[in-house]
């Protein structure tokens, strides 16, 4: 695991600035605290931050081919890089190294572009080819390992692990993206390949960028997608069967390391899952780690304890501060643009106690997105067959009329809040969706901002984003059709973004063997009512699990990994918010409107509203923008806030 940057020059062979590419690369040290090297030719330099896990004694990067005219510079890990290696090694390819990196470079000479469709496991890299004059990035499958961009004015390319490589660069413009802001203040995150820069972009996952020296940027090409084929026919004792021998298989390959290897722990099923197929696989009592907090109703821990009690674990427990609020700044240097998700905070404290004792760790993340383990899953469905039942054309002025006649209750069990459900039955299945995972709806969105912000939005809706995916989704069904969308989204913008920067902060390596992507296209072409059956979601992985866990672990309703906004902003952050909301470093961008931040703050923190979710995303971007738009940078490039 480690930080990759890159410049080069599109346009010819001009001499490489060493010591940017220094900088730049000594920025992401956090990645990669074991080793740093640079490289350099006429138009081109690749640095690297090493964090070793595979071949410690040889494996340092940039690494080069036979003849050192193909170099690459790597992040992540290729599980099947032993099988590959044997194979071009037939082919007359000649190995130094046991690392998985040198297979990179051998597999690029081998089948060019298409050597990606070969790699198992998560990666970014970036490889130059001097006899082609080739740049060539590649991000993976489900795009677990992150890779930022830009082209500069001047025509120079810089990539790099984190927007952080990118704004060290003095060439780099900080103009904010308007459709990037309404897309933060919809999902909470910035989905790919957009930044909250204008110049700057993620590489989308299943992606790669070739470049050609002297020759305009293409466009990123797409390598693979879930494919939702249906499996001819199974039965659903085979399907729990084999799902248990794919899910064993990926967590062994996961466990691949020469250092120390553990696991997260919440006590949840998908986490709980990996635990017990790694103490089934190892020799050695299974590392674990997990958190607790003081208030019962974030608390999983005791479900966790169960687990580790069952399978002998070595389990290490430490309560969060309820009251962490310094994380909060810290948090926006980490991520770099806004980022919304409020479990950052216990995400990154559960990383720094993994890696007191371990420097890789698998987790369960990705299995609510592959099996349909979301609550919103279950209602999207309901509500489609509501829909159905009716054409848009009635039940748009119905339950639209319904939806502004009845009261917002925030403060109902779920049960009773028909107000959204009557008005994502007004909408049509994208819209419907949008509105369910939205954390500011439309008309939200339509008080916070300005009316000259909402001008040069130039009418684009972040609804948009999910329809773009939707739109490509090879499967029909409603579920499957969310799922694709979670999967091109959410999974890789919010939890994915969220793991990688809490994890190598602290030099901490994460694998997350249910997105294997061998796992991700069987489970992809699994029955509909194998995932969701009536209200039961994971219901195969659950049964399959059955003999392993207890039922209280695999049946009990889903918690999450969340921590209490709500009291939070009416209690020991309350006056933090009032100054940031209220402050000069909002109301000097010219994006808000200043009178409905006064009145979400009003109507929150005397209980009539709980605007908590909303709060904390105008919180996160305020820290953003001291923390990183006004940062310092190079003095003759430091721009003013701009909204492009």
């Known amino acids: 695991m480690c930080g990759i940057v890159g410049l080069f020059d599109t346009r010819g062979k001009r001499e490489i600035d060493r010591a940017l590419l220094g900088r730049m690369n000594q920025i992401q040290v956090h990645r990669g605290p074991d080793e740093g090297e640079l490289y350099t030719e006429a138009g081109v330099g690749l640095g690297h931050r090493r964090l070793s896990i595979m071949d410690v004694s040889s494996g340092q990067q940039p690494l080069f081919n036979e003849d050192g005219s193909v170099v690459v510079v790597f992040n992540g890990e290729i599980y099947n890089f032993q099988e590959l290696a044997r194979e071009l090694a037939a082919l007359g390819h000649v190995f130094r190294t046991h690392c998985d990196t040198e297979v990179i470079v051998h597999a690029w000479e081998e089948w060019g572009e298409h050597c990606v469709n070969r790699f198992r496991g998560m990666f970014a890299f970036g490889l130059w080819d001097r006899n082609q004059q080739v740049l060539f990035l590649a991000r993976d499958r489900l795009g677990i390992k992150p890779l930022y961009y830009s082209l500069l004015t001047d025509g120079t390319l810089i990539f790099g692990s984190e927007l952080k490589a990118l704004l060290a660069h003095p060439d780099f413009i900080r103009d904010m993206d308007p459709h990037a802001i309404e897309d933060y203040f919809a999902y909470g995150y910035i989905p790919e390949p957009k930044t909250i820069f204008r110049q700057a972009f993620k590489l989308s996952p299943a992606h790669t960028l070739k ?385 409905f931040l006064k009145e979400m703050l009003d109507q929150h923190q005397s209980g009539r509203r709980d605007y908590s979710a909303s709060l904390w995303s105008l919180l996160m971007f305020e820290s953003f923008l001291r923390n990183v738009l006004h940062a310092e940078q190079p003095r003759s490039y430091k721009n003013d806030l701009k909204v492009a």
């Open 211 to 595: 470049l050609h020296s002297g020759k305009s940027m293409p466009e990123p090409r797409q390598y693979w997608d879930v494919p939702f084929i249906l499996h001819d026919s199974i039965t659903e004792q085979e399907a729990q069967e084999e799902l248990i021998v794919r899910l064993r298989e990926s967590v062994k390959i996961h466990l691949m390391t020469e250092v120390p290897l553990g696991a997260f722990l919440s006590g949840g099923v998908d986490s709980s899952a990996v635990v017990a197929m790694m103490a089934d696989i190892a020799e050695e009592p299974v590392n674990t780690c997990s958190i607790s907090f003081g208030d019962p109703a974030f608390n999983e821990s005791a479900y966790a304890q169960k687990v580790a009690d069952r399978y002998h674990t070595r389990h290490n427990v430490s309560q969060v501060d309820q009251d962490d609020f310094d994380l909060i700044d810290k948090l926006a240097s980490l991520y770099d643009e806004p980022f919304a998700d409020s479990s950052a905070m216990p995400t990154y404290r559960v990383c720094e106690l993994a890696r007191k004792r371990v420097t890789v760790a698998l987790s369960g993340d990705g299995g609510d997105e592959n099996l349909a383990g979301y609550r919103r899953y279950r209602w999207h469905v309901y509500e489609e067959r509501m829909r159905s039942a009716l054409p848009l054309g009635l039940r748009k002025p119905l339950f639209g009329l319904l939806g502004s006649l009845y009261p917002k209750a925030d403060w109902a069990p779920k049960v009773l809040r028909a107000k959204s459900t009557f008005e994502a039955l007004a909408r049509d299945s994208v819209e419907g969706y949008f509105h369910s995972v939205s954390i500011m709806k439309d008309k939200m969105r339509q008080c916070l901002f300005s009316d000259s912000f909402k001008r040069s939005l130039q009418g684009y809706q972040a609804v948009e984003v999910l329809r773009m995916h939707a739109g490509k989704c090879p499967a029909q069904d409603s579920l499957s059709r969310v799922q694709y969308v979670d999967m091109k989204t959410y999974l890789a913008g919010d939890i994915l973004t969220k793991v990688d920067r809490a994890s190598m902060a602290h030099a901490l390596e994460v694998r997350v063997p249910l997105l294997d992507h061998k796992l991700v296209e069987w489970i992809s072409g699994l029955p509909v009512s194998f995932k969701l059956h009536g209200q039961e979601g994971k219901y195969v992985f659950k049964k399959s699990l059955e003999p392993y866990l207890s039922n209280d672990i695999l049946y009990r309703d889903k918690m999450g990994f969340s921590v209490p906004l709500a009291s939070w902003f009416r209690g020991p952050l309350r006056q933090k918010l009032n100054n940031a909301l209220m402050g000069p470093v909002l109301a000097n961008t010219g994006i808000f409107n200043q009178a």
